[in-house]
């Protein structure tokens, strides 16, 4: 419920996405490297209590819908949220601007 400008919850988005859980979140700074909406999680609205109650109730609801996040926030923290994908990352950095 915080509002747009917040820039944290990263590390309990791609803990949720292990986790093979829909995640439902504040539309705010940075989440949007992790939350595709409607595709990986949902965003809500900040500051928006009605917002958040009605996605967490569309999940509830609609098991088809909330299967489908929870794989696909898994799948995307399997390919990119990693220790390998990091370091892979990391070495990539380095190796490109060691040689500048």
């Known amino acids: ?13 791609v803990s949720t ?13 940075g989440v949007q490297d992790y939350i595709f909406d409607d595709k990986t999680g949902l965003f809500c609205e900040p500051k928006n209590a009605d917002d958040l109650s009605e996605k967490i109730e569309m ?3 609609d098991s ?3 299967t489908q996040l929870s794989e ?3 799948a995307f923290a399997q390919a990119n949220c990693t220790e390998k994908t990091a370091i892979n990352y990391f070495a990539d950095f380095l190796n490109k601007h060691s040689q500048t």
């Open 64 to 66: 088809i819908k909330n």
């Open 17 to 29: 996405m292990f986790f093979n859980k829909a995640i439902v979140v504040t539309n705010s700074l």
């Open 59 to 61: 999940l509830w609801d």
């Open 72 to 74: 696909a926030g898994f």
């Open 1 to 13: 419920m915080l509002h747009s400008q917040v820039p944290c919850g990263h590390v309990t988005i």
